[in-house]
């Protein structure tokens, strides 16, 4: 059973930049679409980014500009960074490839 780990979450003022890791137990990282998703209290759990096997990458238009999706096939790692973080950045942050979710890191925006 693979597994998502997600790092990387805190408290951050407005402004200032996070990089989120997600690792995987198991090798899906070179066969499998990698997402990033984001729900905020009372909110929908929206995707921010993904990130496709060969490296083609999508944003919300909420992020596009101030966030970076990565991944490191090798280490089974993918990567999110977060630039110019606004309040209403604040939110979990789920890692998700094909059925499998993550925990989640919290991210806390605000001065």
């Known amino acids: 059973q693979v597994q998502l780990e997600e790092s990387g979450g805190g408290l951050v003022q407005p402004g200032g930049s996070l990089r989120l890791s997600c690792a995987a137990s198991g090798n899906i990282f070179s066969t499998y679409f990698l997402n990033w998703y984001r729900q905020a209290p009372g909110k929908r759990r929206e995707l921010v980014a993904w990130?496709?096997?060969?490296?083609?990458?999508t944003y919300a238009d909420s992020v596009k500009g101030r966030f970076t999706i990565s991944r490191d096939n090798a280490k089974n790692t993918v990567f999110l960074q977060m630039n110019s973080l606004k309040p209403e950045d604040t939110a979990v942050y789920y890692c998700?490839?094909?059925?499998?979710w993550g925990k989640g890191t919290q991210v806390t925006v605000s001065s």
């Open positions: 990130i496709s096997t060969g490296g083609s990458t």
């Open positions: 998700n490839s094909g059925a499998t």
